[in-house]
Nanobody, 127 residues
Framework: QAQLVESGGGLVQAGESLRLSCAASGRTVSMYGMGWFRQAPGKEREFVASIRWSSGNTYYADSVKGRFTISRDIADNTGYLQMNSLKPEDTAVYYC????????????????????WGQGTQVTVSS
C-alpha cells in the first residue's frame, strides 16, 4: 500500500514563496502520476497541478499557471510544488495525491482519478 507524506507548509506574506514536498513510499513503481489539490475553508477541494511520473508532463490550473511549478524526483520518490508570488487567495490546506490508474487530459484534474492521498499541509498567505 502506498503512502504519501506532505511537508513544507507554513505562514508567509503575499509575494513570498514556499516549496511543498510529497514523499511517496510503498507502491511507487506503478504510480502513473502525482497531483496537488487544495481546499480552503468553506470551499470544495480544487485541482492545482499534476505531473506524469514517467514523462514529467505537467498540467496546471489557470489560477496558478506561471506562479507554481510541479516537479518530481524519481530516484527519491518525491514530488514537489514550488509556489512563487503567493497570494492570500492561495491560503488552503494542500494535499498531494497518487494516481495508479492511467488517466489523461482533463481527467487528471479530478480528485476521483487519484487513489492515495496525503494528510495535507497548511499554507497561509497573509496580505
Amino acid at each position: 500500500q502506498a503512502q504519501l507524506v506532505e511537508s513544507g507548509g507554513g505562514l508567509v506574506q503575499a509575494g513570498e514563496s514556499l516549496r511543498l514536498s510529497c514523499a511517496a513510499s510503498g507502491r511507487t513503481v506503478s504510480m502513473y502520476g502525482m497531483g496537488w489539490f487544495r481546499q480552503a475553508p468553506g470551499k470544495e477541494r480544487e485541482f492545482v497541478a499534476s505531473i506524469r511520473w514517467s514523462s514529467g508532463n505537467t498540467y496546471y490550473a489557470d489560477s496558478v499557471k506561471g506562479r507554481f511549478t510541479i516537479s518530481r524526483d524519481i530516484a527519491d520518490n518525491t514530488g514537489y510544488l514550488q509556489m512563487n508570488s503567493l497570494k492570500p487567495e492561495d491560503t488552503a490546506v494542500y494535499y498531494c495525491a497518487g494516481q495508479y490508474r492511467a488517466r489523461f487530459g482533463v481527467l487528471v484534474t479530478r480528485s476521483t482519478s487519484y487513489d492515495v492521498w496525503g494528510q495535507g499541509t497548511q499554507v497561509t498567505v497573509s496580505s
